[in-house]
């Protein structure tokens, strides 16, 4: 990231030193919010004896305004948010700088403490390319949602949502998964185009602008934390208050996916648990060692036979299940091999198929990076995006032996499965689905904005990452362009038969989809930055 536009490091060092000043020079006013905030729960209905699902009983016609850190999620630390921004869109020098500064962090004011965390995480970042706050914490964001004020949230009319952290980083999750209507976070300050870790104040009549709309209507609820009265000044409208405190949000119970009102189907990032500070000081302490162990099981799969490396593959943490038919499915073609179907999880789903059933096979893939290709132990072949290009090719690499093809051309973590290319079902007769499932634990083996050549590394960093194969029965192809509609029907019987086998949902969306949604383009890769 180039920063000949940014402010330099004494600017940042600078900044930093005026917070702490105005830390300290705050102490009184902050004395006196929490004296305002105690004389306004005097002054208005608290009720905190029940459960909030007890407590609060909104309408049809209720207006419910609630802090998103105080009232919606159950965890009372902002810190995992920031790691995966300075992680995800920063760099692991920024992740490690924020991880040393938690102690002191800890130590300050609700809101001080956001503000170090912004200046750490969004210092020097580029405005443009941050799609962080849509691609990666949505995901983290609707793990840590109590049920129960969901549940609340659900039978009011309108769901106004206050918070401290900036807009860029709730906006998607609040406005696309839980339907909020109006999203009143912090502005962050620009410079040249790039975020300086400063945030806008806000404005004090920000919700009185909101009551003005006739579409509010006068019973008006509001929700929060015993623990955030700094926010209580926005909530001047409501017609009763009420507070969670943490032994209460303790109780609740996390959201589950069921009740999701949009499915999270994609989502992006390589951080594969929440990065609370214990988990990101194992993940820094792991960091060296998983490096070391990933070089090494590519060195194994490269340089020795099947027979020694997959018990080697195995003892150094790799699980590998295969379940096979009783009986292996039969050629039928005395010319052609066998074309084996996988739905999409990692890079290297090909390579695994070929250690699991101990034979050599061939693969085709929409990119790959030269490095990949150079270090593959089996031999792959890049796929043009032409139709009939891709045929002969494919074709002429059936008639020399075994095929693996990925036909969903990307790759999804969610259980759920992509739409198949029908091209696969012109090859031949003889397709065998294979239905493919991964675990890990610290690393995704998947990137939709990163450098794709380290997918592979990432996965195998995994101290002991895990890959299941279904090798399901034969299904029959369309051996002729005669009826065109039938080779749809194939690729669906595929897609439907791989879904009963892994338990995934089978939908109608494409690699085009998962890159617009996640990265803003249409998934066409360059060059020099091919998975």
């Not at 403490?113 to 912004?118: A, H, L, N």
């Not at 210092?123 to 914490?137: E, T």
């Not at 009551?211 to 926005?234: C, M, P, Q, W, Y």
């Amino acid at each position: 990231m180039a920063f000949s536009k940014t402010p330099s490091f004494s600017g940042f060092v600078l900044l930093i030193s005026r917070l702490l000043r105005k830390y300290y020079r705050n102490q009184k006013g902050l004395q006196r919010s929490l004296s305002t905030a105690n004389s306004f729960n005097s002054q208005h209905k608290v009720k905190s004896q029940l459960s909030l699902s007890e407590r609060v009983e909104p309408s049809e016609n209720t207006t419910v305004v609630f802090n998103v850190e105080g009232s919606l999620l159950k965890s009372s630390s902002l810190f995992p948010y920031f790691m995966l921004v300075a992680f995800e869109a920063g760099s692991l020098i920024r992740a490690l700088i924020l991880l040393i500064l938690y102690p002191i962090i800890s130590l300050l004011s609700y809101e001080h403490s956001i503000d170090v965390m912004v200046m750490i995480s969004f210092f020097g970042m580029k405005k443009k390319s941050f799609r962080v706050g849509s691609s990666v914490l949505p995901k983290y964001f609707l793990e840590d949602v109590g049920d129960e004020v969901f549940a609340v949230l659900q039978k009011a009319k309108r769901k106004i949502a206050v918070t401290n952290l900036p807009q860029v980083m709730v906006e998607s999750f609040l406005s696309d998964y839980l339907e909020i209507e109006s999203v009143n976070g912090r502005e962050l300050k620009v410079v040249c185009g790039y975020y300086v870790g400063l945030m806008e104040d806000r404005s004090n009549s920000i919700l009185v602008d909101l009551f003005k709309d006739e579409n509010v209507s006068e019973d008006v609820i509001g929700l929060d934390s015993l623990n955030t009265s700094v926010a209580h000044r926005g909530f001047s409208h409501c017609k009763e208050f009420f507070m969670v405190n943490e032994a209460e949000k303790l109780k609740w119970k996390s959201l589950s996916k069921e009740n999701y009102l949009k499915p999270l189907i994609f989502h992006d990032g390589r951080l594969a648990f929440r990065p609370t500070p214990l988990s990101m000081l194992v993940m820094f302490v792991w960091l060296p060692l998983g490096t070391i162990i990933a070089i090494i099981r590519i060195l194994i799969a490269i340089s020795l036979p099947y027979s020694i490396s997959t018990p080697l593959l195995t003892f150094s943490g790799i699980k590998l299940k295969v379940f096979e038919p009783v009986q292996r499915p039969k050629t039928q073609s005395k010319t052609k091999g066998s074309l084996y179907v996988c739905n999409h999880r990692t890079l290297l789903d090909p390579l695994i198929l070929s250690f699991g059933l101990v034979k050599p096979l061939a693969a085709v893939t929409y990119s790959l990076s030269r490095m990949s290709e150079i270090l593959s132990p089996i031999r792959t072949v890049r796929l043009t995006r032409n139709r009939d290009k891709d045929r002969e090719m494919m074709d002429r690499l059936l008639n020399q032996g075994d095929l693996v093809v990925c036909p969903e051309g990307t790759t999804c973590r969610e259980p759920y499965l992509l739409r198949l290319s029908p091209l696969f079902t012109e090859l031949t007769d003889d397709i065998v689905p294979v239905g493919v499932d991964t675990e890990v634990s610290m690393f995704h083996g998947t990137t939709s904005s990163g450098l794709k050549f380290l997918d592979p590394i990432f996965f195998l960093m995994n101290p002991t990452p895990s890959y299941t194969l279904q090798v399901l029965g034969k299904i029959c192809g369309v051996s002729s362009n005669d009826d065109k509609s039938s080779r749809f029907d194939v690729a669906n019987k595929v897609q439907s038969e791989l879904g009963k086998a892994l338990g995934f949902e089978c939908t109608m969306l494409t690699r085009k989809d998962k890159y617009m949604i996640l990265a803003g383009n249409e998934g066409v890769v360059s060059a020099g930055n091919k998975q």
